[in-house]
Each structure stands twice: as structure tokens, then as C-alpha cells.
């Protein structure tokens, strides 16, 4: 099947720890994203990637990073710098078909502080 | 000034309501717009793009005005399935931007 994979589904993590979450797709798009949703809130971009090798800040990029070494995959890490880590990660690739858009997510992963 | 505002909500109307939602945007460089619904707890799924022409899908109608820098989204004939959180979504040279979202709740 065709998708977006996004593991683990439910993540703990401790004062001071870094946690990676895992985002894969085998759409071949080249647009990948990482959002953030907090409860009764809608999604806040963290950051996103065009292509290999390149990523672009979203709204609150602090305390995260990312890396895009290949196309298929674009993993999270969430750093001790972040402070209020709790919430529901999405991550989501993008379709292009002439004018065609289309994102598709991935089904989360809910983070929470120990 | 937040890149991607929305109506708050919540809506809560009757079955049969005709509801209608905005959304503002404000980088006029803005290339493509949407609408998303997103289910509790769930992830966002496609609703409908937005064109400058505007265009419909069965009970759904969407809008866009380049000029004020807004879209809208009409739901007609609303359902108890219609219920769930609307999103609105504009592109920037692939920065997608979501909006809070608004929340309906169609009632029998």
C-alpha cells in the first residue's frame, strides 16, 4: 500500500530527553511536513522540506529538528531545548499533479512528558 | 498577525442549516488554497481546493477573493456527517499554512 508511516503511535518522553519520530512515504513526493496540534487548536508548521537535503523553518521550529537525507523519509527530532512537548505530531507529503495539490497525512504521534 | 486566520466557532446548527465559513490570509503571493476536514483525533483529509472561479462539490461551495484575501466555504443542506473541524489551508511555494480551524456540530 501506498502512504505515509508515521511511528511510533504514542511516545513518552523525560526531562531533558531527545525523542526522533519517525515519518516515511512511498508516494515519491518530493514536499514533506511536520505539523503540530495541540488540543481544540488547529496545525502549526515546524518545519518542511522541497526536496533532499533541504528544510525551511515553519512557525515554531524551536526546540525541533529535522533532517531530509532521503526522499522517502523526514524524521523529527524533538530536542530538551523544547519545552511543552505535548501534543500531536502530523506528518504529511505532498501531491502535485499540474494544478492538483493534495497533502497526505500520516496518522500522528502523540508525544507526551513523563 | 497570524499568516492563516479563521472564524473560531464553535457552529452549531441545525440539520438542514446552510453554514457558511471564512478564512483570511495574509501573504497576497499565495498561490493555492483548500479547505480540510479533520474528525477528532484524526488526520486532516481534502476537502476541496479553492479556485479564483470558484467551485462546488455537491453540498459544498468554495470561494476565493485574491483581492480581500479571503476564502470562504458554504455547506448546504448540512448533515450530522458534516460534523467535524473545517480547516482552511493556503500555499506559499509549498509553505502550507492551516488555519485553527473551526469547529461544526450539526445537530438533529
Known amino acids: 500500500d501506498g502512504g505515509i508511516t508515521q511511528s511510533p503511535k504514542y511516545l513518552f518522553r523525560k526531562e531533558g530527553q531527545n525523542v526522533t519520530l519517525s515519518c516515511e512515504q512511498n508516494?515519491?513526493?518530493?514536499?514533506m511536513y511536520w505539523y503540530r496540534q495541540d488540543p481544540g487548536q488547529g496545525l502549526r508548521l515546524i518545519y518542511y522540506?522541497?526536496?533532499?537535503?533541504?528544510?525551511q523553518k515553519g512557525d515554531i521550529a524551536e526546540g525541533y529538528s529535522v533532517s531530509r537525507e532521503k526522499k522517502e523519509s523526514f524524521p523529527l527530532t524533538v530536542t530538551s531545548a523544547q519545552k511543552n512537548p505535548t501534543a500531536f505530531y502530523l506528518c504529511?507529503?505532498?501531491?502535485?499533479?499540474?494544478?492538483?495539490?493534495?497533502?497526505?497525512f500520516g496518522s500522528g504521534t502523540q508525544l507526551s512528558v513523563l | 498577525r497570524k499568516e492563516v486566520e479563521q472564524d473560531p466557532g464553535p457552529f452549531n446548527v441545525p440539520e438542514g442549516a446552510t453554514v457558511a465559513f471564512n478564512c483570511t490570509y495574509s501573504?497576497?503571493?499565495?498561490?493555492?488554497f483548500f479547505w480540510y476536514r479533520q474528525d477528532c483525533r484524526k488526520e486532516p483529509k481534502l476537502l476541496m481546493s479553492?479556485?479564483?472561479s470558484g467551485n462546488e462539490d455537491g453540498r459544498f461551495t468554495a470561494q476565493l477573493n485574491r483581492a480581500s484575501q479571503y476564502i470562504s466555504l458554504l455547506i448546504r443542506d448540512s448533515k450530522l456527517s458534516d460534523s467535524a473541524t473545517y480547516l482552511c489551508?493556503?500555499?506559499?511555494?509549498?509553505?502550507?499554512?492551516f488555519g485553527a480551524g473551526t469547529r461544526l456540530t450539526v445537530k438533529p
Open positions: 508516494l515519491n513526493h518530493d514536499a
Open positions: 479553492v479556485y479564483s
Open positions: 522540506s522541497q526536496i533532499v537535503n533541504d528544510f
Open positions: 489551508v493556503v500555499n506559499n511555494n509549498n509553505d502550507m499554512r
Open positions: 501573504n497576497s503571493a499565495s498561490q493555492s
Open positions: 504529511a507529503s505532498k501531491m502535485v499533479q499540474g494544478t492538483n495539490e493534495k497533502l497526505f
